[in-house]
């Protein structure tokens, strides 16, 4: 599985089926340099992972580097990490080789950056885009959502689609999923999920905003508002670190 997946594969995983295990994320979030590092850092740092990870045959995981683009005061990152595998066994099996193997690994990322947050998610993909992901530059969006009372994920997933198809009449295909959280979320953390539309760049979003401002809000809060509140958009852009095989 990965960002923009080929074949039923998707950005984040594919849920097409009741029976089929959703994939699985891991966020490194709040991540910050450690002194004069930086980028070239890290990129350094990825390459030597990439390379560890060939060797020892992991080939179900994705890899990006997210870097605030539109933020405030209280967004204070360098960056995030955020990994998907296609499901909780791969996510085991390859993060068991790690922990045995990968302690070099571990130790070169530690040199460089300092990560507050290490979330586990599960998916529910609403909207799978064609094509690969892109290699850098490309735009990932995040909210966090609250459920209202009486009301649960699913309800969401099912009036989504009618927001996703105006979306698509007028020119937008962006990748939309909901994460999940499964471990890691704070305890005074009040939102439900996390809501994702990843884009191949920063035009893809520009069109996405124009159809917002131009009708798409209100055709999404008719969808949704019955059923949940969001926060304040995040954007990033995007960086692929690496490409699980297909």
């Known amino acids: 599985v990965v960002l923009w997946g080929t074949c039923a594969c998707a950005w984040l995983g594919s849920v097409a089926a009741q029976e089929q295990a959703p994939a699985t994320i891991e966020i490194f979030a709040d991540c910050h340099y450690i002194g004069n590092k930086g980028i070239n850092d890290l990129h350094a740092a990825a390459a030597k992972f990439n390379a560890w990870a060939d060797r020892h045959n992991i080939k179900d995981y994705s890899a990006y580097i997210l870097t605030p683009y539109a933020y405030s005061d209280d967004i204070t990152a360098d960056?995030?990490?955020?990994?998907?595998?296609?499901?909780?066994?791969?996510?085991?099996?390859?993060?068991?080789?790690?922990?045995?193997?990968?302690?070099?690994?571990?130790?070169?990322?530690?040199?460089?950056?300092k990560c507050r947050s290490h979330g586990l998610f599960v998916t529910g993909v609403v909207n799978t885009p064609q094509g690969p992901p892109p290699e850098k530059n490309g735009v990932i969006v995040f909210q966090n959502g609250t459920l209202k009372e009486g009301h649960i994920a699913s309800e969401v997933l099912a009036n989504v689609p009618p927001y996703v198809d105006y979306l698509k009449k007028h020119g937008n295909d962006p990748f939309m999923a909901l994460l999940f959280p499964i471990a890691g979320k704070g305890s005074k953390d009040t939102w439900s999920f996390k809501a994702v539309a990843g884009f191949t760049d920063m035009q893809g979003y520009g069109r996405y905003v124009d159809t917002q401002t131009t009708g798409g809000v209100q055709v999404a809060t008719d969808a949704l508002s019955r059923l949940m509140t969001f926060d304040n958009p995040r954007v990033y852009t995007l960086e692929r670190v690496r490409l699980a095989a297909q």
């Open 79 to 113: 960056f995030l990490w955020l990994g998907t595998w296609p499901n909780g066994v791969a996510m085991g099996g390859e993060t068991k080789t790690y922990l045995a193997e990968g302690a070099q690994i571990r130790a070169n990322f530690l040199a460089i950056a």
